[in-house]
T-cell receptor, first 109, second 112 residues
C-alpha cells in the first residue's frame, strides 16, 4: 500500500539557519503530495502542495518539489525563524490520505 | 473558509463505555476522515468515507466504528473504550480524492 517516510526528529536549529526535512513515498499511480504544519496548541493546516511530477509547492518561504524519479518531496526553507517552530507532516493522497510520522522542529533565537 | 468542527476538545471516559466523537464540516465535502495522533507515530488513519452511508477501513480500524448518515457529519464510535485508546483524535474533510484536507481542532480523549 501507499506509505510516507519522513526524516525523524527532533530538529533544533538557530534562527536564519537552513532547514531541510526529507520525505519519501511509496505509491502506485500518481498521488498528490502535501506538507502540513501543526503549531503548538493548534490543529493541522496545509503548508504547501504539489499535484504532479516536477511541480513545486511554496508558501511562507517553504518549498518542496515533487520528484517522481526519486519518489521524494523534501521540504526546505532558506532562513528559519522562531515562529517556524512546529511539527511538520508529509502526506500523500490518492485513494486515501496517508501521513508520515511528523518531524518536530525547534528554532532557537 | 472551510470549517471542520469536532464536538469536544477534551473528553474523559471510563473503560468499557461507549464513546461517540462527532465531526461536522460545512463545505459540502465528499470525503471525511478520522485519524488518531500519538507522539512518535504521526497520524494514523482509522476510517474514511467517500460518500453518505459509505465507509472504508483505514490502517487501524480495530476497536472503532463509524457512521455517516448525512454528508456533513461523520461520527467515530468506540464500542467499548479501553485505556490504549487514549489519544488525540482528528477529523478531516476534503472536496475530492487526492485534494487537500481540512482538519478540525482535535478531541483529546482520555480513557481511565
Amino acid at each position: 500500500g501507499n506509505s510516507v517516510t519522513q526524516m525523524e526528529g527532533p530538529v533544533t536549529l538557530s534562527e536564519e539557519a537552513f532547514l531541510t526535512i526529507n520525505c519519501t513515498y511509496t505509491a502506485t499511480g500518481y498521488p498528490s503530495l502535501f506538507w502540513y504544519v501543526q503549531y503548538p496548541g493548534e490543529g493541522l493546516q496545509l503548508l504547501l502542495k504539489a499535484t504532479k511530477a516536477d511541480d513545486k509547492g511554496s508558501n511562507k518561504g517553504f518549498e518542496a518539489t515533487y520528484r517522481k524519479e526519486t519518489t521524494s518531496f523534501h521540504l526546505e526553507k532558506g532562513s528559519v525563524q522562531v515562529s517556524d517552530s512546529a511539527v511538520y507532516f508529509c502526506a500523500l493522497a490518492d485513494y486515501k490520505l496517508s501521513f508520515g510520522a511528523g518531524t518536530t522542529v525547534t528554532v532557537r533565537a | 473558509d472551510v470549517k471542520v468542527t469536532q464536538s469536544s476538545r477534551y473528553l474523559v471516559k471510563r473503560t468499557g463505555e461507549k464513546v461517540f466523537l462527532e465531526c461536522v464540516q460545512d463545505m459540502d465535502h465528499e470525503n471525511m476522515f478520522w485519524y488518531r495522533q500519538d507522539p512518535g507515530l504521526g497520524l494514523r488513519l482509522i476510517y474514511f468515507s467517500y460518500d453518505v452511508k459509505m465507509k472504508e477501513k483505514g490502517d487501524i480500524p480495530e476497536g472503532y466504528s463509524v457512521s455517516r448518515e448525512k454528508k456533513e457529519r461523520f461520527s467515530l464510535i468506540l464500542e467499548s473504550a479501553s485505556t490504549n485508546q487514549t489519544s488525540m483524535y482528528l477529523c478531516a474533510s476534503s472536496l475530492e480524492r487526492a485534494t487537500e484536507a481540512f482538519f478540525g481542532q482535535g478531541t483529546r480523549l482520555t480513557v481511565v
